[in-house]
């Protein structure tokens, strides 16, 4: 007979079952069964690790199976599903198959019925059925199999069978051919089982009248209980667990009141059931109690020489800017446990403010981390969720601590002029605390609930405009404008770091990528227009990505760009000089104006045509602006006969004032004096410099007032290719600001009264038209 070896698993006479084979030589054995249409004898292994059994390793007694179907799964493995039919005992292994073959005595049932074999016939059947009966979800149709079952020993077979024993004790069973001591042994066991069975039922009827619903979680705890420690968890996990937090929490260095609060946490957690849901809040709590850096680490003595190395390695120009850092570092190094100021830096996009956070890092030798505070419009952002709710955070504050893992990092907080009140509260109150160095350092998070020192972090704000930032917010900083660059200082960032960092963006090596200094200049000029230089090297990029396709198509080796290979690269020219743009037609000013994004020139034009006096307005105006043109023409109706001009004219035309670019909105009263000029010229037919560019408020008593924005402006006016520029005289203390280089440029014109502009800016009256007639046009 073939024999197929299992390792646990006992197939009985009667029954029907699955037999899984995965070793070559049951596989072989099963097949050749199948193929010759011959029983196989299912017989146990005595030691189931073994992985190539021989016949010293098997049971002499196994079961006789008719192999009713053969089946290969879609993952490769073999099973056979296998009837019992008999027993039958090993007399011997042969030798010389490639497989396990013995020569076996088939064992017949006994048919004997004597009156003690049908007692203990009878009370095996009724232990097999109360033990169905106390079973929770024992199967319909065993019950049927036991009851409609005649011989003693298939029943004795079949309850064994599905019986939750050991395949050795199914074994035992198997090899018992006397069908009286067969059965006794069954009921043994049965009768150990039923009595497990009657405990928990009798437990169970208990449990369900007695108990309460705290007494029932208790003993589904102590249930969990004995499970987890079955799976090596539970308690001594637990202990382990809080063992370990314990000690974290001695060696964390917290202050004294920081560590009783993770102390009285710590005991809750050890009373706290793990199923509980707030055992993992409190857990989470406690990480990050733990995790903070609560000591100060040793400081490095800052090196003023080596951070003004680093300044000047990171940033070209800006020297008031690096001056002023250097006597930040200088006193933080003289007093390292005083509290220095909070610097903010504002100026326009692309000029360095953030690269600036990073170099005074470097230059502190300290940990960096930035926090983004666009469009935060949550007080918890900033003081963090309380631990009531669900999924609560601390703050952006204590979450960039945490990260940069010490308690004297910088910290940058960016783009702090776009902090958003919103329903949720306002998060620019919340920064009061955290950027005053009074309150700093009893901080309190809502998540944390424990105060932290936030003294030692070296906090550096960064906006753009201060308009939006609240009074008593911007208080609290010392501010320091970063205003555009001028054309030589965006060459030389060019040359020596734009280039530069492009080329390894690009994957260009040096040397194979030349662009000239008349290139760049170019692009300055005429491909770029703003205060910092982003998009001054995102034209560099276009033009190394151009150079770096020649190269990967190896049509150059080496690629020179200069200043007539732009057009083919990056189009026509989208600037042009502003100057073109101006002609000598009366009527035209030309104005200074600031923006978020650095300063620019305005024109301001006026006409007049037939009318009744009227005073119109285009080119969307603000209400500031308005009432600026509105005074303005009030000045020339008042000085009309000091300025020559008839007053009749005022009365029969209607005078036009249009601002180009209409379609972006426009206010403030910085154009005063540019429009005063503007009605001046118009009414006098006389042309304004056109080299020259004005800016100031006007009182209606004639006087020029200072405004904002000198810096930006005067820069603005200088990359424009102007000569002169009109500022008002209480402006002089703007002047130390403006760069050297386009000091040099310009001419400064300061103005105390308007009557100073008109002589200043006025050319003589040339072919001037008969009064009351308007000019064609007085457009730009």
Same mark, same amino acid.
């Given at each position: 007979? /073939?024999?197929?070896?299992?390792?646990?698993?006992?197939?009985? =006479?009667?029954?029907?079952?699955?037999?899984?084979?995965?070793? *070559?030589?049951?596989?072989?054995? $099963?097949?050749? $069964?199948?193929?010759?249409?011959? !029983?196989?004898? /299912?017989?146990?292994?005595? @030691?189931?690790?073994?992985?190539?059994?021989?016949?010293? @390793?098997?049971?002499?007694?196994?079961?006789?199976?008719?192999?009713?179907?053969?089946?290969?799964?879609?993952?490769?493995?073999?099973?056979?599903?296998?009837?019992?039919?008999?027993?039958?005992?090993?007399?011997?292994?042969?030798?010389?198959?490639?497989?396990?073959?013995?020569?076996?005595?088939?064992?017949?049932?006994?048919?004997?019925?004597? =009156?003690?074999?049908?007692?203990?016939?009878?009370?095996?059947?009724?232990?097999?059925?109360?033990?169905?009966?106390?079973?929770?979800?024992?199967?319909?149709?065993?019950?049927?199999?036991?009851?409609?079952?005649?011989?003693?020993?298939?029943?004795?077979?079949?309850?064994?069978?599905?019986?939750?024993?050991?395949?050795?004790?199914?074994?035992?069973?198997?090899?018992?051919?006397?069908?009286?001591?067969?059965?006794?042994?069954?009921?043994?066991?049965?009768?150990?089982?039923?009595?497990?069975?009657?405990?928990?039922?009798?437990?169970?009827?208990?449990?369900?009248?007695?108990?309460?619903?705290?007494?029932?979680?208790?003993?589904?705890?102590?249930?969990?209980?004995?499970?987890?420690?079955?799976?090596?968890?539970?308690?001594?996990?637990?202990?382990?667990?809080?063992?370990? #937090?314990?000690?974290?929490?001695?060696?964390?260095?917290?202050?004294?009141?920081?560590?009783?609060?993770?102390?009285?946490?710590?005991?809750?957690?050890?009373?706290?059931?793990?199923?509980?849901?707030?055992?993992?809040?409190?857990?989470?709590?406690?990480?990050?109690?733990?995790?903070?850096?609560?000591? #100060?680490?040793?400081?490095?003595?800052?090196?003023?020489?080596?951070?003004?190395?680093?300044?000047?390695?990171?940033?070209?120009?800006?020297?008031?800017?690096?001056?002023?850092?250097?006597?930040?570092?200088?006193?933080?190094?003289?007093?390292?446990?005083?509290?220095?100021?909070?610097?903010?830096?504002?100026? =326009? =996009?692309?000029?360095?403010?953030?690269?600036?956070?990073?170099?005074?890092?470097?230059?502190?030798?300290?940990?960096?981390?930035?926090?983004?505070?666009?469009?935060?419009?949550?007080?918890?952002?900033?003081?963090?969720?309380?631990?009531?709710?669900?999924?609560?955070?601390?703050?952006?504050?204590?979450?960039? /601590?945490?990260?940069?893992?010490?308690?004297?990092?910088?910290? +940058?907080?960016?783009?702090?002029?776009?902090?958003?009140?919103?329903?949720?509260?306002?998060?620019?109150?919340? +920064?009061?605390?955290?950027?005053?160095?009074?309150?700093?350092?009893?901080?309190?998070?809502?998540?944390?609930?424990?105060?932290?020192?936030?003294?030692?972090?070296?906090?550096?704000?960064?906006?753009?405009?201060?308009?939006?930032?609240?009074?008593?917010?911007?208080?609290?900083?010392?501010?320091?404008?970063?205003?555009?660059?001028?054309?030589?200082?965006?060459?030389?960032?060019?040359?020596?770091?734009?280039?530069?960092?492009?080329?390894?963006?690009?994957?260009?090596?040096?040397?194979?990528?030349?662009?000239?200094?008349?290139?760049?200049?170019?692009?300055?000029?005429?491909?770029?227009?703003?205060?910092?230089?982003?998009?001054?090297?995102?034209?560099?990029?276009?033009?190394?990505?151009?150079?770096?396709?020649?190269?990967?198509?190896?049509?150059?080796?080496?690629?020179?760009?200069?200043?007539?290979?732009?057009?083919?690269?990056?189009?026509?020219?989208?600037?042009? *000089?502003?100057?073109? +743009?101006?002609?000598?037609?009366?009527?035209?000013?030309?104005?200074?104006?600031?923006?978020?994004?650095?300063?620019?020139?305005?024109?301001?034009?006026?006409?007049?045509?037939?009318?009744?006096?009227?005073?119109?307005?285009?080119?969307?105006?603000?209400?500031?602006?308005?009432?600026?043109?509105?005074?303005?023409?009030?000045?020339?109706?008042?000085?009309?006969?000091?300025?020559?001009?008839?007053?009749?004219?005022?009365?029969?035309?209607?005078?036009?004032?249009?601002?180009?670019?209409?379609?972006?909105?426009? @206010?403030?009263?910085?154009?005063?004096?540019?429009?005063?000029?503007?009605?001046?010229?118009?009414?006098?037919?006389?042309?304004?410099?056109? @080299?020259?560019?004005?800016?100031?408020?006007?009182?209606?008593?004639?006087?020029?007032? !200072?405004?904002?924005?000198?810096?930006?402006?005067? /820069?603005?006016?200088?990359?424009?290719?102007?000569?002169?520029?009109?500022?008002?005289?209480?402006?002089?203390?703007?002047?130390?600001?403006?760069?050297?280089?386009?000091?040099?440029?310009?001419?400064?014109?300061?103005?105390?009264?308007?009557?100073?502009?008109?002589?200043?800016?006025?050319?003589?009256?040339?072919?001037?038209?008969?009064?009351?007639? $308007?000019?064609?046009?007085?457009?730009?």
């Amino acid at each position: 007979m /073939i024999i197929v070896p299992v390792r646990s698993f006992v197939l009985f =006479p009667g029954m029907v079952m699955p037999v899984t084979v995965g070793r *070559s030589k049951s596989i072989a054995a $099963a097949q050749q $069964a199948v193929r010759e249409q011959r !029983p196989v004898g /299912i017989l146990k292994q005595r @030691d189931a690790d073994v992985n190539d059994p021989t016949g010293l @390793d098997m049971h002499r007694m196994g079961t006789v199976a008719n192999v009713v179907r053969y089946i290969t799964a879609p993952d490769g493995s073999n099973h056979l599903v296998c009837q019992g039919e008999q027993r039958f005992q090993v007399l011997e292994f042969l030798t010389g198959w490639p497989f396990l073959v013995a020569r076996v005595l088939r064992i017949p049932e006994p048919t004997t019925r004597t =009156p003690e074999i049908e007692a203990h016939f009878l009370h095996l059947r009724g232990q097999a059925l109360e033990a169905l009966e106390l079973m929770p979800q024992a199967p319909q149709e065993l019950t049927s199999a036991i009851q409609g079952i005649e011989q003693p020993g298939a029943l004795a077979d079949l309850a064994v069978a599905y019986m939750d024993v050991k395949p050795d004790e199914k074994q035992e069973v198997l090899e018992t051919i006397d069908v009286t001591a067969r059965i006794d042994k069954v009921s043994r066991m049965l009768a150990q089982r039923l009595e497990v069975l009657r405990l928990s039922a009798e437990i169970g009827k208990q449990t369900k009248a007695a108990l309460d619903e705290r007494q029932r979680e208790v003993l589904l705890r102590e249930q969990m209980a004995a499970i987890q420690k079955q799976l090596g968890e539970g308690e001594e996990g637990k202990a382990a667990e809080l063992a370990e #937090l314990e000690k974290k929490i001695a060696e964390a260095g917290m202050p004294k009141d920081v560590e009783d609060q993770a102390r009285k946490e710590l005991r809750r957690l050890q009373r706290m059931p793990e199923s509980q849901g707030e055992y993992g809040m409190v857990r989470t709590y406690l990480d990050w109690l733990i995790e903070l850096p609560w000591k #100060l680490p040793e400081e490095t003595p800052i090196d003023i020489k080596e951070a003004r190395r680093v300044l000047d390695a990171d940033h070209y120009g800006l020297e008031k800017i690096k001056t002023r850092i250097i006597e930040f570092l200088a006193v933080r190094k003289l007093a390292p446990q005083g509290k220095a100021p909070i610097l903010c830096f504002v100026g =326009p =996009p692309g000029v360095g403010k953030t690269s600036l956070g990073q170099s005074i890092a470097r230059a502190m030798n300290r940990k960096f981390v930035r926090v983004s505070l666009g469009g935060v419009h949550d007080e918890a952002e900033i003081r963090g969720h309380r631990r009531t709710y669900i999924g609560s955070l601390p703050g952006n504050i204590i979450q960039g /601590i945490r990260k940069a893992g010490t308690r004297n990092c910088v910290m +940058m907080l960016d783009e702090i002029d776009k902090l958003g009140a919103g329903v949720h509260g306002d998060p620019s109150a919340a +920064m009061l605390e955290v950027l005053d160095p009074e309150q700093n350092n009893t901080f309190r998070d809502n998540y944390l609930g424990v105060p932290f020192d936030l003294s030692r972090v070296v906090f550096i704000a960064t906006a753009n405009m201060l308009d939006t930032i609240p009074g008593p917010l911007r208080d609290r900083m010392e501010i320091i404008s970063l205003a555009g660059y001028t054309d030589t200082e965006k060459l030389q960032i060019a040359s020596r770091y734009l280039v530069k960092r492009q080329m390894d963006a690009n994957g260009v090596k040096d040397g194979q990528v030349e662009i000239t200094d008349a290139a760049l200049r170019e692009i300055i000029h005429h491909y770029t227009r703003e205060a910092g230089v982003r998009n001054l090297e995102r034209e560099i990029g276009k033009v190394l990505r151009n150079a770096a396709v020649r190269l990967a198509e190896g049509s150059a080796e080496n690629v020179r760009v200069d200043l007539g290979d732009l057009a083919a690269i990056l189009g026509q020219r989208r600037f042009e *000089s502003e100057v073109a +743009m101006r002609t000598s037609v009366p009527g035209v000013a030309t104005g200074l104006a600031w923006t978020p994004v650095g300063g620019d020139i305005l024109f301001i034009e006026a006409t007049r045509v037939h009318g009744g006096g009227r005073l119109i307005l285009t080119g969307q105006l603000g209400d500031v602006m308005k009432e600026s043109a509105q005074a303005a023409l009030s000045i020339v109706k008042n000085r009309a006969v000091l300025l020559g001009i008839d007053p009749d004219r005022f009365e029969k035309s209607d005078i036009h004032v249009h601002v180009p670019a209409g379609a972006i909105p426009k @206010d403030g009263p910085s154009a005063g004096v540019a429009m005063f000029m503007a009605l001046t010229s118009l009414m006098t037919d006389r042309t304004i410099r056109s @080299d020259t560019a004005m800016t100031g408020e006007i009182s209606l008593r004639g006087l020029v007032l !200072p405004v904002g924005g000198i810096k930006e402006k005067v /820069i603005a006016a200088a990359a424009a290719g102007l000569k002169r520029v009109m500022l008002p005289a209480r402006n002089k203390r703007d002047y130390d600001d403006i760069p050297e280089e386009v000091r040099q440029q310009l001419e400064f014109v300061w103005l105390e009264r308007v009557e100073e502009a008109v002589a200043a800016a006025l050319e003589p009256r040339v072919d001037a038209p008969a009064s009351g007639d $308007a000019p064609a046009t007085a457009l730009a």
